[in-house]
């Protein structure tokens, strides 16, 4: 399919496409409620329900009132639809807000402000300097005269460097008059979502030059949402407008992430609704024998002698809906609640706030806060997230002779100073390269003040620098440079310009100086893209030892050079270059190629260091982030050596006798292999000492190890806490996010450039931080932070606390079904196996909605142990990322003690009140409010810290319960009109209900006291210390190391054989003979793990241990 | 079940606070307090028993010759008079509670429990809402007032008591809950077309006699949730003594036999408690033993081997502080 486009034809094509509205809308008004509804329901716990609810509508089965089920089901209904709605709605006033945007449009040859969602294909937009894009546009004029303008395409692809784009041939020189008036045809592909190609021609109409198709490429394009930089207008023809862009064909839902947390609820649920089958058949078979033996002599039944077959189904159906309740209908709106709640937490935090800038964290992803405490991995990106990305030159090398090396800062060293003051050749060429070999801007404001507009942050710490030695970059007149150099006004005439690619690892210019009008190519780049170039002749070790010493210290080099071109030389090569620059094919390799034949025989001048600091807290965030257990991998695209150096320099590796790295290198798939096997051979050496081992590896051999041995790679990622991958790409940032992903490992990435955000969108976490290169990452983050540091306390205190308050909800929220359910199921053995439900409709439903929903809300401000106790042991996080307190083994304590509660509840009730008191009013009061009384001691026992909140939920929601009983009780018309009266008069009652409370409570509180005082968990005995005010923070490390070791060998053996296993451990506590999750038992890596597997654990194990 | 028996004093002479507000009288001005003659609790520290006879008869009132055919003897026409003699065991003092216990009856099944209709039980306009009462919903085409299967099967034997040849009045009145009287039962429904099924289930109903008054039915109808279970009959006004014997002249209509289930009349007192009751005594030995044995146990493991709480050596990093 093609597209033609009419340009500026009114009539035309109006209605062929559609017009430049936007919408992200999922829903319109008209299909809000079905649509919503369908998505809702093709959740499978929505269905569960559904099926019950109409099962309920059927009266002959139904045990309760149905609405006891439709209540809280249209209410579960009713909020999450209006979430989506309110979602929906911002959306729609985001979209509102771009599509009524005012833009220059051309209508009947004059330029008009119209809104931008009537934008019509084949219009022409005007844009003027910093107005974003509002469509996808073929360029047609702009203010420059070459027919170029700039602009920032990050919202696009992430690259904050300003990108050219040049007016196709055919419109080059076109008045700017005459551009209201163009007609022509623009021949385009139908819209698709590749923004790195768009192959269209283009002819224009007489009067204009009516040449042949001119070939249209992406150089040619304005692209939606990208901004116009440093031109002062532009003007381009609508080619594909609203939601057929290459943005909006690319936009897409972005996949939501279900949280470990989630998945195992999910797991519990699916488990709990098998039980609940085999209940139901167990008991539908129980009632159908029941029915046939014994009720057929109860005459007062009476059963009729002949029944339809279908009869079979409905005992059974009717205790599917009597246990339907052992899945909680409220979990799923208490989970939203309190996650939505703890997203607020982490945005009003203000110990989160990044004091310079002021911006406060943020979570975007309000469903995902347990993970945080569950991360296994960090994959960080190295510039801007480690550092600050503030690029200070610091250091250089020029012709052999060191500065900056006393003091640390070359621009006050007085050698460097007196040096240019004096005029020395070698530092004043030094500096123009540094001044002259760029792209920047020099933007000079009225006040005189010089600012700098530049793609690369290196680029700018360069030209600064030079300026600071005086010599300034004053001024860029098109292709003319001015160079201030001191009060000495140069003037360079720019004939060609190099670009850097990521493959050449250099850029270029070809400057004249239009003072002696020499011609010369100026330099700069990376040291093994420079260095080999030399001419022959030059030494270049003092270079390369400068780019070692400065590389050692953690900066980054660039290497400067320069040399002289023949007039002859220089033209032959630019006709070569203008040729290759047109090339239709190839045109990136072909124009490489032909710079290759330039770059050659460098002068070479000398080695500029440029400081990336490092951000404040790194070092000790990682460290004690990496006490936690969690892994660091470092991603970046910088070089080994500066990556090294920045590892080294903030915890990231243990420098030498400690730590070891390992290199993984190699440029075949041979030599790569061999590496691979020897720096796995090495880790499984080094996995039994206690020394840090970590892997470095480069992009290219990353590239063939994931391609060729992603087995062994594999293994190597399992087997490594810390790594250093540079030189990598955004894809294969990616690629290893999905890797540590497929091994089961929870895994955060945080980044903040717009190379990371695919990194980010992969990754279980992604975490932006909303730093000097733009909010990209922040935006496409579940969480966006502000600086690096912020980090531990977003994982250790709010990651940590989300996990732990939500393993105590959804556990207690199925306790509180299956209690009651459980009593419901015991009393059908005394009923006749008939189904008929102890309790009644309204008990039923507010026994889930208000008694016991309310109170366990509150755990959201429960904290086991206080921030700072967390902070000062973070090794504490390993019971959450162990999953310690939400396995099916903690599951089963709960699902025991609801067994347990509920056997006290009904035996009890129903020895107390029998005979002439067996009333079953009255009987199913007293059986409530044991549930409510138990509930109410086994939420305050399970709480670690009662605010006055917690205080008011839990007795309030006690007396709150009486209170409507009493309220509903004196309804003349309610079924249990008077009862609760009655009860609360009678001692009988009271005494009963002490009794169940005692009996419930006392061995589970027992159970809590030995288990916290005699096998108590780390968190036990960090909550005591903390509680006994004592030293928290350790002191004797080193005399109780030896008293220690004895006792340390004796839980290892034990332990062995049971690690990498899930965790399975008894109520109330853990184990510590259990260890972190396992990669699972069906990966491929057994043959490795069998040797391999102890020793590993036995380092993950050790520090539990 | 020891406990104190609680009694109040009958106050003061009432015809005293006539008296006060005269105030020309020479008389000093009569005041409780100064006259020690507040109403007092007088609490005795002996138990009190609850006394409870027990007289199980749905078989010994079956005929010995009927004894294998007891559905058949139960279902046919004859007269089913039968006399039981009670011994009181210790003296029982008034009031005295009569039950008939029935055992192995599902008043809680669930076809039973639902069959009834409390708007037509308390509203007379509402007389044909008999859509929960299946089967037992109307008789002849007509609805049948009080509908469903618990109204149907309500208890009909009926006991006569006699003491040294006196009677022993049985006080009917007041036996079920004020308010099912009150709110639920309708003082202007009437029973109607009940009991007029070829199937008769249980007693009939006084025709003329308002559905609140008919407390039996009422008492019937508040579903027991145990299939054992005992209902009011009625109050005894009088104290027996110690070694009286009591006859009973009972009419063993009630058809327990089709399912097995016992039939027994129940004489008992009550106490703050309720009836005879041992099992919350029981119960709350067995868990004051429980936690006083684990108390003693916990103590033990304390003295023996103290731990101290909270010590950071517990804390595994700190032990071997090399180990990650």
Redesign the interface.
């Known amino acids: 399919m093609k597209r033609y486009i009419y340009i500026n034809h009114d009539d035309l094509a109006q209605d062929l496409y559609c017009d430049n509205r936007i919408s992200n809308r999922k829903y319109t008004l008209w299909n809000f409620l079905p649509k919503n509804l369908w998505e809702q329901f093709s959740r499978f716990m929505n269905q569960y329900f559904l099926l019950i609810a109409c099962l309920q509508l059927w009266s002959l089965i139904t045990?309760v009132n149905p609405a006891s089920t439709w209540g809280p089901l249209i209410f579960i209904f009713a909020v999450s639809a209006t979430k989506e709605a309110w979602d929906d709605y911002n959306r729609y006033l985001s979209d509102k807000k771009a599509n009524e945007k005012e833009v220059w449009v051309v209508r009947q040859g004059v330029k008009k402000l119209i809104q931008s969602q009537d934008i019509h294909v084949g219009n022409i937009v005007w844009l003027r300097e910093n107005d974003e894009v509002p469509c996808d546009l073929v360029l047609l004029g702009t203010a420059d005269p070459q027919g170029i303008c700039y602009v920032e395409t990050a919202a696009l692809d992430g690259e904050t460097d300003l990108k050219t784009r040049v007016i196709p041939s055919a419109s080059m020189g076109i008045d700017f008059e005459l551009l209201h008036k163009i007609k022509g045809v623009i021949e385009c592909p139908s819209p698709d979502k590749d923004i790195r190609r768009f192959d269209a021609n283009l002819r224009l109409f007489p009067p204009f030059l009516d040449n042949d198709m001119c070939p249209l490429t992406i150089k040619n394009t304005l692209l939606q949402s990208c901004y116009l930089r440093n031109t002062e207008w532009a003007c381009g023809v609508a080619v594909y407008t609203g939601n057929e862009t290459k943005l909006g064909m690319s936009r897409g839902i972005a996949e939501p992430k279900l949280t470990a947390v989630d998945a195992m609820i999910d797991k519990l649920t699916g488990a709990i609704f098998v039980f609940q089958i085999v209940v139901v058949i167990v008991l539908g078979i129980a009632g159908n024998i029941w029915k046939n033996t014994?009720?057929k002599?109860?005459?007062?039944?009476?059963?009729?002698n002949e029944s339809p077959w279908y009869e079979l189904l409905i005992i059974p159906l009717?205790f599917e809906l009597l246990c339907s309740i052992m899945i909680p209908i409220s979990i799923k709106v208490s989970l939203d609640l309190v996650k939505s709640l703890y997203a607020k937490f982490i945005d009003w935090d203000d110990q989160m706030v990044d004091l310079e800038t002021r911006i406060r964290s943020h979570a975007t992803n309000t469903a995902i806060s347990e993970d945080l405490g569950q991360v296994e991995y960090i994959l960080t990106d190295k510039t801007g997230t480690l550092t600050e990305n503030k690029m200070i030159f610091k250091r250089c090398c020029i012709r052999g002779t060191f500065y900056g090396n006393e003091n640390g800062d070359a621009l006050s060293d007085a050698e460097l100073l007196n040096a240019v003051s004096t005029g020395s050749t070698d530092v004043i060429q030094f500096l123009k390269v540094m001044a002259i070999c760029n792209t920047v801007v020099p933007i000079q404001s009225n006040t005189g003040v010089i600012s700098y507009k530049a793609q690369s942050q290196d680029e700018e710490a360069l030209v600064r620098a030079a300026a600071s030695l005086h010599m300034v970059f004053v001024n860029k007149n098109g292709n003319v440079l001015e160079i201030n150099f001191n009060g000495l006004l140069l003037r360079y005439e720019v004939l060609d310009i190099l670009e850097f690619t990521s493959d050449r690892k250099r850029m270029s210019v070809v400057v004249k100086c239009c003072l002696s009008g020499k011609i010369y190519l100026l330099s700069k780049g990376a040291d093994e893209a420079i260095l080999p170039l030399a001419r022959s002749g030059q030494q270049t070790r003092t270079f390369s030892e400068a780019v070692e010493q400065y590389a050692q210290l953690g900066l980054r080099t660039l290497c400067l050079a320069s040399r002289e071109l023949d007039d002859d030389e220089y033209r032959e090569w630019s006709l070569m270059f203008k040729e290759a620059n047109s090339k239709l094919v190839d045109r990136e390799w072909r124009v490489a190629e032909v710079c290759q034949r330039l770059e050659h025989d460098f002068e070479i001048l000398g080695v500029a260091a440029i400081e990336d600091r490092l951000q404040d807290g790194v070092p000790e965030t990682i460290s004690t982030l990496?006490?936690a257990?969690i892994n660091f991998w470092m991603l970046t695209g910088d070089k080994q050596n500066t990556a090294i150096q920045i590892a080294l320099s903030c915890n990231f590796v243990s420098p030498e006798p400690k730590g070891q790295l390992l290199l993984l290198s190699g440029k075949t798939e041979d030599e790569v292999c061999r590496s691979l096997e020897r720096v796995l051979l090495t880790m499984r050496i080094t996995n039994t000492e206690?020394k840090d081992v970590a892997f470095v590896v480069d992009g290219w051999a990353l590239e063939i190890a994931l391609k060729h041995y992603r087995k062994a790679f594999t293994e190597l990622a399992i087997l490594s806490r810390t790594a250093i991958c540079c030189r990598v790409t955004p894809s294969q940032k990616a690629q290893l996010v999905e890797l540590l992903k497929s091994c089961d490992y929870r895994t955060l990435a945080i980044g903040d450039g717009g190379n990371d955000v695919r990194m980010i969108q992969q990754a279980d976490i992604g975490v932006g931080i909303s730093g000097r290169e733009g909010l990209q990452a922040a935006r496409a983050a579940d969480y966006s932070i502000g600086k690096f540091r912020f980090l531990t306390r977003l994982i250790l205190v709010h990651g940590r606390y989300s996990y732990n308050r939500t393993a105590f909800l959804s556990q207690y929220s199925f306790y509180k079904s299956l209690l009651i359910c459980f009593i419901q199921i015991f009393?059908s053995f005394?009923?006749?196996v008939?189904?008929?439900s102890?309790f009644n409709s309204v008990s039923l439903m507010a026994y889930n909605v208000f008694y016991t929903s309310i109170p366990v809300l509150v755990s959201v401000l429960d904290k086991d142990l206080s921030e700072n106790t967390v902070m000062q042991?973070p090794?504490i996080l390993f019971y959450c990322q162990a999953g310690r307190l939400l396995n099916p083994s903690t599951f089963a304590g709960w699902f025991g003690r609801a067994l347990f509660h509920a056997i006290v509840v009904f035996v009890?009730t129903?020895?107390?009140?029998?005979?002439?008191?067996?009333?079953?009013e009255?009987?199913?009061m007293v059986a409530l409010s044991g549930c409510i009384w138990l509930q109410a001691f086994v939420v305050a026992l399970e709480t670690n810290s009662f605010t006055i909140l917690q205080h008011l939920a839990i007795w309030g929601n006690l007396v709150a319960f009486y209170a409507i009983n009493l309220i509903v009780s004196a309804i003349?018309?309610s079924?249990m009109?008077?009862i609760m009266f009655?009860l609360c008069r009678?001692?009988?009652y009271w005494?009963?209900i002490i009794?169940i409370t005692?009996?419930g409570m006392?061995?589970v509180l027992?159970l809590k006291?030995?288990r916290y005082?005699?096998r108590?968990s780390?968190i036990n005995?960090?909550?005591?210390?903390?509680?006994?005010g004592?030293?928290?923070?350790?002191?004797?490390?080193i005399e109780?190391?030896s008293r220690?070791l004895e006792?340390?060998i004796s839980p290892l053996s034990i332990s062995q054989p049971k690690n990498r296993n899930p965790v399975y451990e008894p109520l109330l506590s853990d184990s510590?003979s259990a260890t972190r999750r396992s990669i699972g038992p069906g990966t491929p890596f057994d043959f490795f793990q069998s040797q391999t597997r102890l020793s590993s654990t036995y380092?993950?194990n050790?520090?539990?241990? | 079940m020891n406990s104190n028996s609680p009694s109040t004093s009958a106050g003061g002479p009432g015809s005293a606070d006539s008296t006060a507000p005269r105030r020309n009288s020479k008389r000093p001005k009569y005041s409780r307090f100064t006259q020690q003659e507040l109403p007092a609790c007088k609490p005795i520290l002996t138990p009190k028993w609850v006394v409870e006879i027990i007289d199980r008869y749905e078989t010994d009132c079956v005929p010995l010759d009927s004894r294998n055919d007891k559905v058949g003897f139960i279902q046919s026409p004859q007269d089913k008079t039968c006399h039981r003699n009670l011994t009181v065991p210790k003296r029982m003092k008034r009031p005295i509670y009569v039950y008939y216990q029935l055992d192995n009856f599902y008043q809680n099944h669930r076809r039973y429990v639902k069959s009834r209709s409390d708007q037509q039980l308390r509203n007379p306009g509402d007389e044909g809402d008999t859509s929960a009462c299946e089967p037992e919903d109307t008789a002849h085409g007509m609805p049948i007032v009080p509908c469903g299967l618990i109204a149907w099967s309500l208890f009909n034997d009926t006991y006569n008591f006699t003491r040294n040849d006196q009677l022993v009045t049985i006080n009917k009145t007041g036996i079920s809950w004020k308010s099912d009287r009150d709110h639920k039962f309708g003082k202007n429904v009437y029973p109607r077309n009940f009991q007029n099924n070829t199937l008769v289930g249980g007693a009939h109903l006084v025709a003329n006699k308002s559905l609140s008054e008919q407390e039996d039915l009422i008492v019937w109808m508040r579903t027991a949730a145990l299939p054992t279970f005992r209902k009011l009959y009625g109050k005894i006004e009088v104290d027996l003594q110690a070694g009286d014997v009591i006859n009973v002249e009972l009419q063993n209509n009630y058809n327990t036999y089709s399912f097995d289930g016992k039939k027994k009349l129940v004489l008992s007192t009550t106490s703050w408690l309720g009836g005879k009751n041992d099992f919350l005594g029981i119960a709350y030995l067995v868990v004051g033993g429980l936690c006083f044995f684990l108390s003693l146990v916990f103590t033990i493991i304390y003295l023996v081997k103290p731990r101290k709480l909270g010590d950071p050596s517990y804390l595994s990093w700190n032990r071997n502080p090399g180990g990650h």
């Open positions: 045990p014994e009720a002599k109860q005459w007062y039944v009476e059963y009729p009717r990496r006490k257990g206690p009393f005394i009923s006749g008939s189904g008929t102890l042991h090794q009890i129903i020895h107390s009140f029998v005979f002439e008191k067996s009333e079953m009255e009987v199913s003349p018309s079924e009109h008077t009655r009678q001692p009988l005494t009963t009794l005692m009996a006392g061995p027992a006291y030995f005082t005699y108590s780390k005995i960090l909550q005591q210390a903390e509680r006994l004592g030293p928290i923070l350790s002191l004797g490390n109780s190391q220690s006792k340390d510590p380092m993950r050790s520090k539990d241990n």
